[in-house]
């Protein structure tokens, strides 16, 4: 059993900046496919970015791509996703989801574990 923990979202305006965190209980982190996750209110949950463990790539949604950043410090245990340029439509609850398998997954139902979640408010 993975626990995940999300931290770092919160308000900020348009054109900002956050930086989620999302650490791990797992030993080994290392061997994780890592994903990031957001969901609207009324929205279906929506693949963001994901970082396999096996290959070392990342993968990102188009409607991210070119400003967020995904990453992770196996050390640390803990995964990144470094948000620029917000704008309003990034607003979500953000999720951190956990695979041991290896290549990029960018469907929720890949997923084995998941964190509660943290709320990004971007205002205009």
């Known amino acids: 059993q993975v626990h995940l923990v999300e931290s770092g979202g919160g308000l900020v305006q348009a054109g900002g900046s956050l930086r989620l965190s999302c650490a791990a209980s797992e030993r080994t982190f290392s061997r994780y496919t890592m994903g990031w996750f957001r969901q609207a209110p009324g929205k279906e949950r929506e693949f963001v970015a994901a970082?396999?463990?096996?290959?070392?790539?990342?993968y990102y949604s188009d409607s991210v791509k070119g400003r967020f950043t995904i990453s992770r410090d196996n050390p640390k245990n803990t995964a990144y996703l470094q948000m620029n340029s917000l704008k309003p439509e990034d607003t979500a609850v953000y999720y951190c989801?956990?695979?041991?398998?290896?290549?990029?997954?960018?469907?929720?139902?890949?997923?084995?574990?998941w964190g509660q979640g943290t709320q990004v408010t971007v205002s205009s």
């Open positions: 989801a956990a695979s041991p398998r290896g290549n990029l997954l960018l469907h929720p139902a890949d997923y084995d574990y």
């Open positions: 970082f396999s463990w096996s290959t070392s790539s990342t």
